[in-house]
């Protein structure tokens, strides 16, 4: 077998084409992880598994689909989970989880709000339940930065204040920021580190490099071939990569051509912001210059403030 080339030799050059699908795109995701085969299952496995590690008690050793049609307001339209899973671990123990990779709206809030459905729809009818809560998970692979900082994943729970110590295992986030993930990768990365990586750029590789020569990845990415698709499967995955191109091009278009009035009005908020901050900041010199007693006219001078603002003070 011939021996796979490093990382460099791998990425499509201009006019050259991937043979792998773009896994943010909800057809290709959904092939390439769907729980009810058994080939693409291994590869939802495998993925919940190294993404979750830090958080789960025991590994998962099955998932099968949940199948929630409706939020608890009756409405469709506002899910946007790829998917709602019964998961089982080694010891037979369930948890629910539930990945998104599609765009959201407010977006923190979203996932606190689908955490909450993934709970209460436990719920059975009858005194019998005790509200034995299984312990649920909310998977964002955002496309957008949600957090300042360099982190790529963050993970939340809830927890004792004092203490840090997880309070209830009832809700837990799991939030990757793919904008984050950078275009390298080599055979010592944790596992978790080059799904990031194949979620990002699998579509932009001719070929799987040997920084990921591991049995998972070369399973996924034989899933994960556009040349696997059927032509009606093939015709959807276009129109759905299209139409986020369009959308992208359209965001790119609105900000080229509003470029001078959205600068305008970023400065016009700077500088409101300048001037509101001078202007506390006198405010308070001018203050501790009346207590210390020192004239009006002379605080009015230095302060910019006129003598009936600082009587006001």
């Given at each position: ?52 590690e ?49 765009r ?41 930065n ?79 071939k ?54 506390e ?20 001078a ?12």
């Amino acid at each position: 077998m011939a021996k796979r080339k490093p990382l460099k030799d791998c990425i499509v050059k201009p006019g050259e084409k991937s043979p792998f699908a773009n896994l943010l795109v909800d057809l290709a995701f959904k092939k390439a992880f769907d729980p009810d085969k058994p080939s693409s299952r291994e590869n939802l496995v495998n993925l919940l598994n190294d993404l979750l590690e830090p958080q789960l008690k025991r590994p998962i050793k099955n998932v099968w689909t949940r199948n929630m049609a409706k939020n608890l307001s009756g409405s469709k339209k506002t899910r946007t989970a790829i998917f709602d899973l019964h998961c089982e671990d080694d010891m037979g123990n369930l948890i629910e989880i539930e990945v998104q990779i599609r765009r959201m709206t407010n977006f923190l809030r979203r996932l606190a709000f689908y955490a909450s459905e993934m709970v209460a729809n436990q719920a059975e009818t009858g005194e019998e339940w005790k509200f034995n809560v299984k312990p649920t998970y909310v998977i964002a692979f955002a496309q957008h930065n949600a957090f300042d900082d360099d982190r790529i994943v963050h993970r939340a729970t809830l927890v004792d204040l004092e203490s840090g110590a997880q309070f209830v295992d009832s809700y837990n986030f799991t939030v990757v920021e793919l904008p984050k993930v950078p275009m390298f990768i080599d055979a010592g990365s944790s596992s978790m580190s080059k799904w990031l990586f194949i979620f990002r750029y699998l579509n932009r590789l001719k070929e799987l490099p040997a920084e990921l020569d591991e049995f998972k990845f070369k399973h996924l990415t034989e899933s994960s071939k556009v040349s696997n698709f059927s032509k009606e499967e093939f015709e959807a995955y276009r129109k759905m990569y299209h139409k986020e191109w369009d959308r992208n091009a359209m965001v790119a278009a609105f900000f080229e051509d509003y470029a001078d009035e959205i600068n305008a009005k970023v400065e016009e908020r700077v500088s409101e912001r300048i001037s509101k901050e001078i202007s506390e900041r006198n405010r308070e010199m001018a203050k501790a210059m009346r207590d210390y007693g020192d004239p009006v006219e002379k605080i009015a001078a230095i302060s910019g403030l006129s003598v009936e603002e600082i009587a006001q003070l």
